[in-house]
């Protein structure tokens, strides 16, 4: 069977242009996708399915809309490309990444899916061209084969990083099943097999592709744990189940007022892979088990400064809380005034140091740009609390009747519908159901389907807290800074002495011009 993929990447289809060629080219693709258990018979038609798949079509019809904002020229197609798909070749593509991430979660109020592929794209770039130099493979221009391809087709790439890691206090070749971490079966000529799954997967069923990444650092008995990958995502032997969300069915009800934002939603499957071949073409890293954490640590830097995106999230909820402070009539109440200042500080804190984290980014010694790792795990870090703290301000603007709303047959209904649209009137020129539909949103945001998205996933994604906290120690220069309170003191030589020594590395990585390429270690 000729594949979706497989004909976009011979070339023999046209790119995709917009959201609703994208929309099209996910279709008969014979997936193996388990919801609720069965098996579902085309994704792009199952209710609970779509609104995600639309969250990623934004991507495409922003890039069509704003180009400068969602595009971006590629060295490799010669012309301009979806900005999920570049390199960053410089800072300003870093920050543009940022905007890009911070403009579609305004758009969709939900997870739009493809800033691990992006993510994933940008280590890549850095690794192979280091692993080449190194030990002699060929696995950069690999990549640069697979990129390229991708540029000029428009293709959606998705990563696939995470482990279901079985006992974490084992080593992956020391579980009691060896498929509890991704790994090589067998190799031939043509290729080799890979089984395993990948927990949490984001926007993998709405992809054309797959980057298979290792999940942790890894040692001389793990080499068959370091592999890096594309794969298509129809490819034989691969199963996806689909994760459950809170209040997901809501989206196969009529109306969508209950669902709260009915267009879009976010998505996250498991990934089962059962003896999957990949050709030696599309494979990136085999057995290099001393580059496994400095993949993990470059795609962590990128994508931990990516959650911004939930800036433009919660830009969303902001205007949620005040629109319904506003139906209820207190907008201009002190406490009301005060909690969206408290809402939009922690909300630009955020995105303050994830933009920061890429105008302070450097370039490594393939060219691309990496942003700045202290600055990108203290941005996901705030990510992990300031979201919560948000919903929390939007929930007490909203009160409770977020939670206990009739249903929207109710407010159909000849006769409690009247009722309904009588005494849960707020101000008397907004109409009941404008007022139904902000609570709903709220909820959807903040209990319901895209909690998942701004809650948990910020919480949890690209590495939960305390492995930010372990970065975050790693990168503190504690001993930088008890010379200069020791030199300020009067103990330590005069701080220009200490320049010109000890603190050299500091300045380097906060003041490194532009053009000097470095390791990211």
Not at 227 to 239: D, N, Q, R, S
Request: charged share 20%.
């Amino acid at each position: 069977m000729v594949t979706t993929t497989a004909v976009r990447a011979a070339g023999d289809a046209k790119p995709i242009q917009s959201g609703a060629d994208y929309i099209e080219s996910l279709r008969g693709r014979k997936l193996r996708v388990f919801l609720s258990g069965e098996l579902v018979g085309e994704p792009v038609d199952h209710p609970i399915i779509r609104p995600s798949i639309n969250a990623v079509a934004e991507t495409f019809d922003l890039a069509a809309v704003d180009p400068e904002i969602a595009t971006a020229f590629s060295p490799y197609t010669g012309s301009r490309v979806n900005r999920f798909l570049h390199i960053a070749m410089s800072r300003n593509d870093l920050v543009m990444q940022n905007k890009m991430q911070r403009r579609l979660g305004q758009l969709t109020g939900t997870c739009f899916q493809r800033c691990v592929g992006m993510d994933a794209s940008n280590m890549l770039h850095s690794v192979t061209f280091e692993m080449d130099a190194q030990a002699g493979t060929t696995y950069h221009q690999r990549f640069l084969d697979f990129l390229t391809m991708a540029q000029n087709a428009n293709l959606v790439i998705a990563g696939a990083m995470t482990d279901v890691k079985g006992d974490r206090g084992k080593s992956p070749s020391e579980q009691g099943d060896p498929d509890l971490f991704v790994h090589v079966t067998r190799r031939t000529k043509e290729g080799l097999f890979i089984s395993g799954a990948k927990a949490h997967q984001t926007g993998c069923v709405n992809s054309h592709w797959l980057i298979v990444m290792p999940t942790m650092r890894l040692g001389p008995a793990d080499r068959d744990y370091a592999i890096a990958a594309a794969i298509p995502v129809e490819a034989p032997g691969i199963t996806y189940i689909y994760g459950r969300q809170s209040c997901d069915t809501r989206s196969a009800e009529p109306g969508g007022v209950d669902a709260g934002n009915a267009a879009y939603a976010g998505q996250e499957a498991m990934i089962v892979f059962d003896d999957v071949f990949v050709p030696w073409a599309r494979v990136f890293m085999d057995g290099e088990v001393e580059f496994a954490a400095t993949m993990v640590e470059r795609f962590t830097c990128y994508h931990r400064r990516s959650y911004v995106c939930k800036t433009g999230v919660g830009d969303v909820l902001i205007g949620a809380a005040a629109a319904v402070a506003d139906y209820n009539g207190v907008e201009n109440a002190s406490h009301v005034k005060d909690k969206l200042v408290e809402m939009t500080h922690l909300n630009e804190t955020i995105y303050g140091i994830g933009i920061a984290a890429s105008h302070q980014g450097s370039q490594m010694k393939s060219g691309v740009f990496i942003p700045d790792e202290m600055l990108a795990n203290v941005c996901k870090h705030h990510v992990t609390r300031m979201p919560y703290e948000i919903g929390r301000l939007a929930q007490d603007l909203a009160g409770g009747l977020m939670v206990t709303l009739p249903s929207a047959q109710d407010l159909e209904h000849a006769e409690v519908g009247p009722l309904i649209r009588k005494y849960l009137k707020g101000r008397k020129d907004i109409p009941t159901e404008d007022r139904i539909r902000v609570l709903r949103l709220i909820e959807n945001m903040t209990l319901g389907r895209n909690a998942v998205g701004y809650l948990t996933e910020s919480m949890h994604g690209a590495g939960s807290p305390q492995a930010q906290r372990i970065q975050i120690a790693r990168a503190m220069q504690l001993e930088f800074k008890k010379q200069l309170a020791r030199t300020l003191a009067g103990i330590e030589p005069s701080i220009r002495a200490m320049i010109e020594t000890s603190l050299s590395s500091y300045f380097a990585r906060v003041f490194e011009p532009i053009g000097a390429p470095r390791d990211c270690d």
